[in-house]
């Protein structure tokens, strides 16, 4: 995916409508080049979503020799699937104790997801974080 957090924050700054900010999360969503079939495995299935979605970590080290997580993911939901496009603009790419000190809330906040999502949503988005939270201190661990 090439949208930054950034462009995301700015374009829900732009866009007034509720309506108009849904089709921007499912163009998000259409962006993500989804994973292939062998990866929507058990394994990688987040579970607390009423919503099929998958993630995929992969765990390197940078100079420092600290945890660096890259994430990707897929949903079979146009909406979820924008909202995986946003956790993994926040969260791939970031050290393990990144992660861990990220505010989540405060993003959701500013988006407006938290007064604008289902409760079904909402809980797939918390089971999302807390799947990225626990790898990253699984990494810190084996690190």
């Known amino acids: 995916m090439t949208t930054s957090l950034d462009d995301i924050l700015e374009s829900f700054d732009f ?3 509720w309506e108009d900010r849904y089709k921007y999360l499912i163009d998000l969503g259409k ?3 989804g994973l292939p079939e ?3 495995s058990e394994t990688n299935k987040v579970r607390g979503c009423v919503s099929q979605v998958w993630l995929v970590t992969e765990t390197n080290q940078n100079a420092s020799g ?6 990707r993911g897929d949903s079979d939901a146009l909406i979820v699937q924008g909202l995986v ?6 969260y791939s790419g970031k050290t393990a104790d990144e992660i861990l000190e990220t505010d989540v809330d405060a993003l959701f906040t500013r988006l407006g997801l938290k007064e604008h999502l289902t409760p079904q949503r909402s809980n797939g988005l918390k089971s999302m974080v807390g799947r990225i939270r626990t790898d990253a201190e699984r990494a810190l661990a084996a690190a």
Request: proline share 10%.
């Open 31 to 33: 962006e993500l080049p």
């Open 38 to 40: 062998d990866e929507k």
């Open 15 to 17: 866009l007034d409508d």
């Open 66 to 71: 600290k945890p660096v997580l890259n994430f």
């Open 85 to 90: 496009a946003i956790v993994l603009a926040l």
